[in-house]
């Protein structure tokens, strides 16, 4: 399939490159269900069930279901970064007060092997350090069948006052 690079008359958007079912498909916009508010939460929540929330960890599993598959039939490394920060802010939440307002300062994560489709996937995400300004987190994906660790992150969300004017 030949991919286009034309851009839309009716609002200008570039070409979207979307990987369904290993081929490769090109939209000169993002179809009207893309555009809804929120859309980016509910393609990652689809696949996400919350597991154990305590203080300072927080334990999901994350089913591997072909939205967030790339064209080698493995977890994109997109979605495990929105995976490894939606839960780095969901597990800072249990112990960083809820006037603070968080801003995600830095995300590293390590490959270190892939997901195959319709795997069931591990994610624990736990409080490395928390002060007065910053908190620590670091998430561990791991196959729920052999514990095997696939991909390590962490993150440093930085702990915003809000302004009382």
Request: charge should be positive; charged fraction near 20%; hydrophobic fraction near 45%.
């Amino acid at each position: 399939m030949k991919a286009s690079s034309e851009r839309s008359k009716e609002d200008g958007a570039a070409t979207l490159f979307i990987s369904v079912s290993n081929q490769i498909r090109a939209y000169s916009s993002l179809p009207p269900n893309f555009q809804e508010k929120g859309f980016y939460s509910h393609l990652i929540q689809g696949i996400l069930q919350v597991q154990l929330v305590e203080r300072g960890h927080l334990t999901s599993f994350l089913s591997v279901k072909p939205p967030v598959v790339n064209v080698n039939g493995g977890l994109h490394g997109g979605a495990i970064a929105a995976i490894a920060e939606l839960m780095s802010i969901a597990c800072a939440r249990t112990v960083v007060a809820e006037d603070k307002e968080l801003f995600l300062g830095e995300l590293s994560l390590s490959y270190l092997s892939s997901a195959p489709a319709e795997a069931e996937v591990v994610v624990d995400a736990s409080v490395v350090r928390s002060g007065r300004n910053v908190t620590v987190i670091a998430v561990e994906f791991k196959m729920k069948k052999t514990s095997k660790l696939i991909y390590i992150g962490r993150a440093t969300l930085y702990n915003m006052p809000i302004a009382k004017l």
